[in-house]
């Protein structure tokens, strides 16, 4: 059973660049959260979607964006990106209004903004 | 606003011993506790999930107890491995934001042999 998959692994921009990360949650799940995690701190959350649409935000500007399609993958995308964008981004997965099981996290892609 | 605290940020310890992390959160307001750990460069695995009702939870050699009314949450890791050597992350679900998690800054222990 595949857990959470993020593609890529890895990712260099050019500040001013966009970028687009991939997400397709655990089998079973139908929500998708994106974190943000800087070297040395813990992941801070972005937004979280389900049915398609942002349930949930955290105090990210609107350069961050996303998507979640009817398969219940999703995606981030981050316009005119800054130096301070370089971090961290982790997708995890959930099944709406369940608080009985926990949340699965992806292994991550790793933004460097040069 | 929820916040939630790890000591020590940092731990070092000889190969068998017991050990204890902390974790202490400021709203008692919550869903469930998880613990996780983070292996340099990698993304999360979950080791245990505590609901605001229950006190402790158990895998292998690792029990994680809870506290709701002090805010607090220990991991207490039982002969401890060079292998544990990672970072380890608690977050809160709070009740009143159901979506996120909110996550302390971490403990990185690493077991000598």
């Known amino acids: 059973d595949a857990g959470v998959t993020q593609s890529p692994t890895h990712l260099i921009k050019t500040r001013g660049q966009q970028v687009t990360l991939r997400c397709s949650p655990k089998?079973?799940?139908?929500?998708v959260s994106w974190y943000q995690q800087a070297l040395g701190q813990g992941p801070q959350f972005i937004f979280q979607y389900y049915e398609e649409e942002e349930r949930q935000r955290g105090n990210f500007p609107d350069r961050f964006s996303g998507h979640q399609f009817p398969n219940y993958s999703s995606e981030l995308n981050v316009n005119a990106l800054l130096l301070g964008d370089s971090a961290l981004y982790l997708c995890a997965s959930s099944i709406r209004d369940s608080i009985i099981y926990g949340y699965t996290f992806g292994s991550g892609t790793r933004l460097t903004v040069v | 606003k929820q916040e939630v605290t790890q000591i020590p940020a940092a731990l070092s310890v000889p190969e068998g011993e017991n050990l204890v992390l902390n974790c202490s959160f400021t709203d008692s307001a919550i869903y469930n506790l998880q613990w996780f750990r983070q292996d340099p460069g990698k993304g999360l695995t979950s080791l245990l999930l505590?609901?605001?009702?229950?006190r402790e939870q158990t895998s292998g050699r690792l029990n994680a107890s809870l506290d709701k009314s002090s805010g607090r949450s220990t991991l207490y890791i039982a002969a401890s491995q060079p292998g544990d050597s990672a970072t380890y992350l608690c977050?809160?679900?709070?009740?009143?934001?159901?979506?996120?998690?909110?996550f302390g800054q971490g403990t990185t222990l690493q077991v000598k042999p």
């Open positions: 505590i609901q605001s009702s229950q």
């Open positions: 977050a809160v679900r709070g009740s009143s934001n159901t979506g996120k998690l909110i």
């Open positions: 089998s079973g799940h139908d929500t």
